[in-house]
């Protein structure tokens, strides 16, 4: 069965950093696209990055860019999120998910980052 | 990059057929065949529904069918029932090698 777990959310102060895993089983992770995609409180689907299967290739939304880094450990099967100078316009359940290039085939539960003083 | 335009809701009895839009531009939607969509019921996950247009994943009913002419894609939905009743979203592949998601579309089954 495919599962991806996210973990790391939490509150943090306006400024602050933190760094989001996502851990994957019941599918071989080194081979596939992975994105993570965030949702506001109330709000839409936000896309905010993507990586290829061997590291080598990213891109982030223009609103995060410069602010987080999207990385993978394919020895571990996690994904990772590392964000900085949060805002607190990033408050939002973030997702990870498995997919191609131009698509997210699955989805994990999402784990909340709250960003206030 | 600007998230695509959906309607804000969509309705339909039992039975009926819906159709979804979902506009952008030359340099999204209209550029490449790369749209998606997706569904998702309160407090899930989404779930991809159609990819490349009009691809279906395994285990998506054949009730939804994806299409797309210039800047706007659509999301038909046929033989409406009640657990279709969700929140949808496109999304695009975009010339800056980003994605974008449309702003979510509510489907209330009559």
């Known amino acids: 069965e495919v599962q991806l777990v996210e973990s790391g959310g939490g509150i943090v102060q306006p400024g602050g950093s933190l760094r989001l895993s996502c851990a994957a089983s019941?599918?071989?992770?080194?081979?596939?696209?992975m994105h993570w995609v965030r949702q506001a409180p109330g709000k839409g689907l936000v896309w905010v990055s993507r990586?290829?299967?061997?590291?080598?290739?990213?891109s982030h939304a223009d609103s995060v860019k410069g602010r987080f880094t999207i990385s993978r450990d394919n020895a571990k099967n996690t994904l990772y999120l590392q964000m900085n100078s949060l805002r607190a316009e990033d408050t939002a359940v973030y997702y990870c998910?498995?997919?191609?290039?131009?698509?997210?085939?699955?989805w994990g539960q999402g784990t909340l980052v709250t960003v206030s003083s | 990059q600007s998230a695509l335009t959906q309607p804000a809701s969509v309705s339909g009895s039992p039975g009926q057929s819906i159709t979804i839009s979902c506009t952008g531009t030359?340099?999204?939607?209209?550029?490449?065949?790369?749209v998606s969509w997706y569904q998702q019921h309160p407090g899930k996950a989404p779930k991809l529904m159609t990819y490349?247009?009009?691809n279906r994943p395994s285990g998506v009913s054949n009730r939804f069918s994806g299409s797309k002419s210039g800047n706007t894609a659509s999301l038909t939905i046929s033989g409406l029932q009640a657990e279709d009743e969700a929140d949808y979203y496109c999304?695009?592949?975009?010339?800056?090698?980003?994605?974008?998601f449309g702003t979510g579309t509510k489907v209330t089954v009559l």
């Open positions: 998910a498995r997919g191609g290039s131009t698509s997210c085939y699955g």
């Open positions: 019941g599918f071989t992770f080194s081979s596939y696209w």
């Open positions: 990586i290829n299967s061997d590291g080598s290739s990213t």
């Open positions: 030359s340099s999204d939607v209209g550029g490449y065949n790369y």
């Open positions: 490349e247009v009009s």
């Open positions: 999304s695009s592949y975009t010339s800056s090698s980003t994605l974008v």
